[in-house]
């Protein structure tokens, strides 16, 4: 009967730790996700710039349209909202929120004044390679963070 007990007590124990790996996996891949979306608005704002340079043709297509700014704010958002939150529980480190908070503000905006046309399009690249920039620096703090 004691082993019994003293069975439960250490299999709980075990189910604990299991659990919280499986929410550090979680929220590392959330964060490497919020990176690699960030990287390719980073990439994709800093590319048509020099498209725009360099081959004027080449900026007509899906990466210059403002619909695509717009889908993949949608997947930013909640993305790296669910990776921070997350992190944020596990770690209690405050700090990622502000780079964070920051690279949401410049994309709203970014994305606002591209949908009223109110700002050059090579402008709005800089907003929103400035947003992306931010949120790529949270996630890296959150996700070294998540590790101390």
Do not use: K
Not at 4 to 23: K, L, N, P
Not at 38 to 43: E, P
Not at 125 to 134: H, I, L, P, Y
Request: hydrophobic share 60%; with cysteine.
């Amino acid at each position: 009967m004691l082993y019994h007990y003293a069975f439960d007590a250490i299999g709980f124990s075990m189910s604990a730790i299991v659990q919280a790996r499986e929410c550090e996996a979680s929220v590392s891949f959330l964060d490497r996700l919020g990176i690699g979306i960030s990287a390719l608005c980073l990439v994709q704002c800093l590319a048509v710039p020099l498209a725009l340079i360099f081959a004027p043709l080449a900026s007509v297509g899906l990466f210059s349209h403002e619909a695509f700014h717009l889908v993949l704010l949608a997947v930013i958002v909640p993305v790296g909202a669910l990776a921070y939150t997350l992190g944020f529980l596990r770690h209690r480190n405050a700090r990622m929120w502000i780079p964070a908070a920051i690279g949401f503000a410049l994309l709203v905006v970014a994305a606002v004044l591209e949908q009223g046309h109110w700002l050059h399009p090579v402008a709005i690249a800089f907003v929103t390679s400035a947003g992306g920039a931010a949120l790529i620096v949270a996630h890296v703090m959150n996700m070294r963070s998540g590790r101390a």
